[in-house]
């Protein structure tokens, strides 16, 4: 019986414990979540397929993506992301080559980066990997390091941050 007491009492104790935590880490989820929803998520999903093709030396898509982004930002009445993303969106949507595209794509990431970094959001989804050929960042899903900005020469150059 008294075997008993101590372990209830011991397991009272843990979730005391555990409770505020178990609480911190769903406030962590939730704030994940606010800062993710639309049209965030769709300018991060336009941002990776314009990663992607710039990664696999393509512009083609590149145009229809970015605008896409700076529609979204423009039309979104809670002004989540900043009219520079807009902006920025806009001048990769007319690159013509893909010199003009990588340029156009650096600050671009940068301002992505920076909105997910300071939201404290995507944690665990969207790596930011940088090169230090380039001088530059950008974000990716996945696991192994796809280079926007040395394509097929150096597809793998660069590193996580995160």
């Known amino acids: 019986m008294k075997l008993l007491k101590s372990v209830a009492c011991l397991l009272l104790a843990i979730a005391i414990v ?3 935590s178990a609480s911190f880490a ?3 989820k939730m704030m994940d979540n606010s800062a993710l929803m639309q049209p965030v998520k769709s300018v991060l999903d336009h941002y990776l397929m314009i990663q992607a093709a710039l990664a696999r030396d393509s512009i083609k898509g590149v145009d229809e993506n970015a605008s896409a982004i700076a529609k979204a930002v423009k039309g979104d009445e809670m002004k989540m992301l900043s009219s520079d993303v807009a902006t920025q969106a806009e001048s ?3 690159a ?3 010199k003009a595209a990588r340029a156009a794509f650096k600050p671009l ?3 992505l980066i920076k909105y997910l970094t300071d939201r404290k959001a995507g944690i665990g989804t969207y790596h930011e990997a940088f090169c230090p050929m380039a001088g530059a960042s950008w974000l990716q ?3 192994s390091i796809k280079n ?3 394509g097929g020469a150096m597809s793998s150059c660069g590193e996580f941050k995160n």
């Open 92 to 94: 990769l949507a007319k």
């Open 18 to 20: 555990a409770l505020p």
């Open 141 to 143: 899903t996945e696991k």
């Open 109 to 111: 990431s940068n301002s």
């Open 96 to 98: 013509t080559d893909l």
């Open 148 to 150: 926007p900005y040395m």
């Open 26 to 28: 769903a406030d962590e």
